[in-house]
T-cell receptor, first 113, second 113 residues
Framework: KAGVTQTPRYLIKTRGQQVTLSCSPI?????VSWYQQTPGQGLQFLFEYFSETQRNKGNFPGRFSGRQFSNSRSEMNVSTLELGDSALYLC????????????FGDGTRLSIL | GESVGLHLPTLSVQEGDNSIINCAYSNSASDYFIWYKQESGKGPQFIID?????DKRQGQRVTVLLNKTVKHLSLQIAATQPGDSAVYFC????????????FGKGTKLSVKP
């Protein structure tokens, strides 16, 4: 069974640009969550999607947004990029139901110049 | 959860010894806990989970202990191997949404051959 797939693996952007990251969950997983990982703040929750609806949102500015498609694939978008947005962006998927573990992809490394 | 600073707690063990990694979680209402292993350049990999109605759970070479009284988790790795070298994170889930994990700061495990 294929794991969570994130594309692209690496991305370089400049300040003010926008970026879209993609995530394909494990087959059969309908819940998708996004996290930001930085050395200073660690792993922080961005948002969670299920059935194309955002179910939960972390404490990030509105420049960070996401969506989920009918096949459970998800994208996240960051607009007006800032230097501080440089991070590893991780996607995780899980089965729906209480206490189901999230399984992570290897992330997209975003560098802002 | 706590943020990850530039200086992760480090545990250095000899190959073949047992390792114990500790974690303090933040919310007494958390009802589900997961341990992840993250190797360089990869996303967090699920190791083992435990629900709040349990105090111990065993997997292959790993055991998780939960002490709700003091909000403490530990991960025990038996017969530690060089391939176990990685950063280990505990994560807690609360708030009624399974998609929102709160991560601990992480511990770097180094295994000396």
């Amino acid at each position: 069974k294929a794991g969570v797939t994130q594309t692209p693996r690496y991305l370089i952007k400049t300040r003010g640009q926008q970026v879209t990251l993609s995530c394909s969950p494990i087959s059969g997983h309908r819940s998708v969550s996004w996290y930001q990982q930085t050395p200073g703040q660690g792993l922080q929750f961005l948002f969670e999607y299920f059935s194309e609806t955002q179910r939960n949102k972390g404490n990030f500015p509105g420049r960070f947004s996401g969506r989920q498609f009918s096949n459970s694939r998800s994208e996240m978008n960051v607009s007006t990029l800032e230097l501080g947005d440089s991070a590893l962006y991780l996607c995780a998927s899980s089965l729906l139901g209480s206490n189901q573990p999230q399984h992570f992809g290897d992330g997209t490394r975003l560098s802002i110049l | 959860g706590e943020s990850v600073g530039l200086h992760l707690p480090t545990l250095s063990v000899q190959e073949g010894d047992n390792s114990i990694i500790n974690c303090a979680y933040s919310n007494s209402a958390s009802d589900y806990f997961i341990w992840y292993k993250q190797e360089s350049g990869k996303g967090p990999q699920f190791i083992i989970d435990i629900r709040s109605n349990m105090d111990k759970r065993q997997g292959q070479r790993v055991t998780v202990l939960l002490n709700k009284t003091v909000k403490h988790l530990s991960l025990q790795i038996a017969a530690t191997q060089p391939g176990d070298s990685a950063v280990y994170f505990c994560a807690e889930n609360y708030g009624g949404s399974q998609g929102n994990l709160i991560f601990g700061k992480g511990t770097k495990l180094s295994v000396k051959p």
